[in-house]
């Protein structure tokens, strides 16, 4: 299925949690760069995708998020550095907006246990935590670097996550007191850690520099997994608890950087990226039967499933469906396009 | 919008950017925690003319342990670059312990020729880097009043049968006037470029801009006539002549007759004595530490090219250094580019482009002095606290090598 966002570049793309056939796209114009940016919500009909209603916004959105506790109501993320939160019942304006960053706000993303309250992150190298009730945001967690990507972990109220342009995974924890370190539990270097002189240690081995980290997402089954990808093109999936070697796995094959990525509600070790290459992939971490060699610290590989490679232009956001059919899922992209299709279809080909 | 832009082109070429490369900031970056050096006394008559080598180099690394404050403990290897003493290697180790590093702090020299204390700085940062140690102090110390920097013996009959080999041989005045003749660089032209670098360095010492970089260095004087010995404090460089002018530098004579007309005493590097020193650790170690982050140690490569013109050595490093990185001169602030001689700094300076605004702020080796071993070292101090006084950030050093080689290192100054 397919709907034009005429005008405007899509970046974020969401499955409402409330009813199945409910969707949501944040986008741009002139793929976000300058100009406005349009919230539409879609309902998925047997006649295809519908649009029932739309927001402009002065700049451009660039990720949204449903809201978990109000089944109208969303947020958006703003290239003016605000976060808006929208009611369906209420046409043409949000109804409460947070002017807080400095710069343009790359993530926004609800708490998924207690679901009062959510957290943006920003190019100005903050995340910043609200209740949809306060008109000031909670608390502002630094990483002093552009955070394109930042979550709350599925499994616990109090864990939030981000990756940041310098290459690193931080996770939070604000039960934790707020001292020196801003409630930081887990610094993680995607790149991998510095050589350390040690049984380990063997300087030949490949180490990527490090690069921008775009996107991230927590394993909805396996509560200590985290997935990152970003501008070096590899998706590597992280244990927080054993970082020391480096990633768990990688997933290899994307030829530009990766945007977006989501593991699946449905399985355990599947997972969906969007790309710069224009293509979607499925992929399988394989971790229910690692290969692993006993003693090595290098990263397993895991398997491309399947591609879908409809879109024409970056692809910038993809979600699965939560209810239904298990490989239901939408993506978005710069082409102007939002499709839903089924990852099962092109998982069959592989 | 166009940061937008430029940020979406980052993610499709990342390597093609090569600004933002060097200056992000990363845990394993090393970076240097303390830069400072000796004043720089003029050879055979200064401040540190009866000076032993042993006693600069244990005063340096005494100031280094006292501004770092440093537990020395943790310093696993000092690396001293250094050209004439060939038993450097012997002071330096006892220096050190002097200073109040413990036997645990282990001790090596390099000997580059002019480069060393750039090559010392690269032999600490690459053991840094690949996990051999974590927290290391490079210098470069030379005593030229002490001598020791001719070759005593010529080479080997078969060795001189070669005619690079033999051209190794050549006296650095030599090649200095082989690259004024081949390169067409005029008396003048040199001259006027002396006389800027005098001018340069008499501005910054008279507005203090090298307070920052230089530590007071008590020593003991003998007066040469009447043989008493005198306890002074050395505070400030004396290589600068206040008042020079092209008019006065056009009148000396020719220093290397026997090779050419056109270098003199006066558009030539000044025999010195001096020492410079960093303290280099990585940057998550450096943050551990509560130690300042005064820069980042980027990289740093090394080429050769005829012994008989080495006065071109920077002109083929830097652009080898900076294709490694993806950058252009454009992109650099401060560039220490050293004197040797004014036949080479023209040379390099209109070959690779270079704007006079960015090079040798503060004068240079012509003006301050070239002590060999510890320019490369005393580059890295004087650039970056220029780079300081301007709010700048990156930092080009350079230097020809004697026997036909130049070297250059690449840093990025975080003290905005």
């Given at each position: 299925?397919?709907?034009?966002t005429?005008g405007?570049n ?5 499955y ?8 949501a ?7 976000g ?6 919230l ?24 949204i ?13 703003c ?22 960053h ?19 992150s ?36 109090s ?25 930081l539990?887990h610094?993680?270097?995607i790149?991998?850690h ?5 049984p ?24 200590t ?21 480096g ?9 530009y ?19 710069y ?11 229910a ?25 970056f692809v ?26 089924d ?8 | ?25 990363n ?19 200064g ?7 042993d006693?600069?180099?244990?005063s ?6 006292e ?50 204390g ?11 880097a ?8 490079a210098?470069?110390a030379e005593?030229m ?11 080997h ?6 005619q ?32 800027e ?27 040469p006539?009447?043989?008493e010995?005198?306890?002074v ?18 009148k000396?004579?020719p ?19 001096g ?12 943050m ?7 820069a980042?140690?980027v990289?740093?490569?090394?080429t ?9 050595g920077?002109?083929i ?26 036949s ?8 690779l ?26 580059q ?6 220029e ?30």
């Amino acid at each position: 299925m397919e709907y034009r966002t005429t005008g405007f570049n899509g970046y974020a793309v969401q499955y409402s949690p409330f009813v199945n056939s409910s969707i949501a796209v944040g986008a741009a114009a002139n793929f976000g760069l300058v100009g406005n940016g349009r919230l539409y919500f879609f309902d998925l009909t047997a006649q295809g995708i519908v649009a029932q209603k739309w927001y402009n916004t002065q700049d451009a959105i660039y990720d949204i998020a449903y809201s978990e506790q109000n089944a109208n109501q969303l947020i958006a993320g703003c290239g003016d550095g605000t976060v808006k939160l929208f009611d369906t019942k209420v046409p043409d304006y949000p109804i409460m907006e947070w002017k807080e960053h400095n710069r343009e706000v790359y993530a926004v993303a609800w708490n998924l246990v207690s679901k009062d309250t959510f957290v943006s992150s920003s190019w100005d190298g903050t995340i910043k935590l609200y209740s949809p009730e306060r008109p000031q945001a909670l608390l502002t967690l630094p990483t002093h670097s552009c955070t394109y990507s930042t979550h709350f972990s599925p499994h616990s109220p109090s864990i939030i996550s981000s990756v940041t342009s310098d290459s690193h995974l931080r996770v939070f924890d604000l039960r934790t007191p707020a001292s020196a370190s801003n409630h930081l539990v887990h610094l993680i270097p995607i790149h991998g850690h510095a050589p350390q002189q040690g049984p380990s240690y063997n300087p030949l081995r490949p180490r990527h520099p490090p690069s921008e980290a775009l996107t991230h997402d927590w394993n909805k089954y396996r509560d200590t997994t985290v997935a990152t990808a970003g501008v070096d093109t590899i998706i590597r999936t992280f244990d927080i608890r054993h970082h020391k070697h480096g990633a768990t796995a990688h997933l290899e094959g994307h030829k530009y950087a990766v945007r977006r990525i989501a593991w699946s509600p449905h399985a355990p070790d599947m997972l969906l990226s969007a790309s710069y290459d224009m293509t979607c992939r499925v992929w399988s971490d394989r971790m229910a039967t690692p290969n692993i060699t006993p003693g090595s610290h290098a990263p397993s590989q895991g398997a491309e499933l399947g591609r879908m490679d409809v879109h024409t232009e970056f692809v910038t956001g993809v979600d699965w469906c939560l209810f239904g059919g298990q490989g239901w899922c939408a993506s978005t992209a710069w082409d102007e396009r939002l499709l839903v299709w089924d990852a099962r279809s092109v998982m069959n080909q592989r | 919008m166009t940061e937008r832009l430029s940020s979406i082109l980052k993610h499709l070429t990342p390597g093609s950017s090569g600004l933002s490369s060097i200056t992000s900031k990363n845990a394993d970056d090393v970076v240097i925690t303390l830069a400072i050096r000796t004043p720089l006394a003029r050879g055979f008559k200064g401040g540190f003319k009866d000076t032993q080598l042993d006693y600069l180099v244990y005063s340096l690394l005494s100031k280094v342990i006292e501004k770092s404050r440093i537990d020395p403990q943790m310093v696993e290897d000092i690396c001293c670059g250094n050209v004439n003493d060939g038993k450097a290697a012997y002071l330096v180790r006892a220096a050190a312990l002097a200073a109040g590093f413990p036997n645990t702090t282990a001790a090596s020299t390099v000997n580059r020729f002019c480069s060393s204390g750039l090559k010392a700085t690269q032999d600490i940062a690459n053991q840094i880097a690949s996990g051999s140690i974590d927290i290391g102090v490079a210098l470069g110390a030379e005593m030229m009043s002490a001598g020791g920097d001719r070759l005593a013996n010529a080479f080997h009959p078969d060795v001189l049968k070669n005619q690079e080999a033999a051209d190794c041989m050549q006296p650095m005045g030599q090649t200095s006037e082989n690259v004024g003749h081949d390169f067409n660089i005029s008396r003048e032209m040199q001259d006027r470029y002396a006389a800027e670098s005098f001018q340069r360095a008499e501005r910054a010492q008279k507005a203090g801009w090298f307070d920052d970089e230089i530590v007071p260095i008590a020593t003991e004087v003998k007066d040469p006539k009447t043989g008493e010995v005198k306890k002074v404090v050395l505070t400030k460089d004396e290589g600068p002549r206040y008042g020079t002018t092209f008019e006065s530098l056009s009148k000396i004579r020719p220093a290397f007759p026997d090779f050419g007309d056109k270098s003199t005493g006066g558009n030539s590097s000044q025999v010195t004595d001096g020492a410079a020193a960093v303290l280099l650790m990585r940057r998550s170690r450096a943050m551990e530490l509560g130690q300042p982050i005064l820069a980042k140690y980027v990289g740093a490569t090394i080429t050769g090219l005829a012994p008989r013109i080495m006065g071109i050595g920077p002109s083929i490093a830097i652009p080898k250094l900076l294709s490694k990185f993806n950058l252009s001169i454009d992109d650099i602030d401060v560039i220490e580019l050293n004197e040797a001689f004014a036949s080479m700094a023209v040379y390099c300076k209109d070959t690779l482009k270079i704007p006079h605004e960015k090079m040798n702020i503060r004068g240079g080796a012509i003006a301050l002095g070239h002590p060999l071993g510890a320019t490369g070292t005393r580059q890295i101090v004087t650039g970056l606290s220029e780079c300081r006084r301007q709010k700048k950030k990156i930092l080009l050093t350079s230097m020809c090598i004697g026997t036909g080689q130049g070297m250059a290192g690449l840093f990025v100054n975080e003290q905005l």
